[in-house]
Nanobody, 125 residues
Framework: VQLQAFGGGLVQAGGSLRLSCAAS????????VAWFRQAPGKEREFVAA????????YFADSVKGRFTISRDNLENTVYLQMNSLKPEDTAVYYC???????????????????WGQGTLVTVSS
């Protein structure tokens, strides 16, 4: 399975963007899929994750109430809808997938074996 993240861009504070993570090569409907982000000079941090059946979603405290995550397993795509964007949301956003990550570990990037290439989100003030 190969992942490709896209949808980033430049947006003003308060605006919205929707990121997409598309899988190719094989279906990833059995994978937990997560979004991480990395700002310049900072470590990669967890943003959101969704279980394979969409029944469970998880969010970092910093994005709760503003971001939503969803998936379309028929389209092999996971979406991150980002609303009320803030300048501190500026980062390169990566999607990642795993079939084996457990709930207690899904916020750690080292538990994901598949990664997309990243897409840059810039929020201007």
């Amino acid at each position: 399975v190969q992942l490709q993240a896209f949808g980033g861009g430049l947006v003003q504070a308060g605006g919205s963007l929707r990121l997409s993570c598309a899988a190719s090569g094989r279906t990833f409907r059995s994978h937990t899929v997560a979004w991480f982000r990395q700002a310049p000079g900072k470590e990669r941090e967890f943003v959101a994750a969704i279980k394979w059946n969409s029944r469970h979603t998880y969010f970092a405290d910093s994005v709760k109430g503003r971001f939503t995550i969803s998936r379309d397993n028929l389209e092999n795509t996971v979406y991150l809808q980002m609303n009320s964007l803030k300048p501190e949301d500026t980062a390169v956003y990566y999607c990642a997938a795993s079939t084996s990550v457990i709930q207690s570990a899904l916020m750690s990037p080292r538990h994901y074996s598949l990664w997309g290439q990243g897409t840059l989100v810039t929020v201007s003030s």
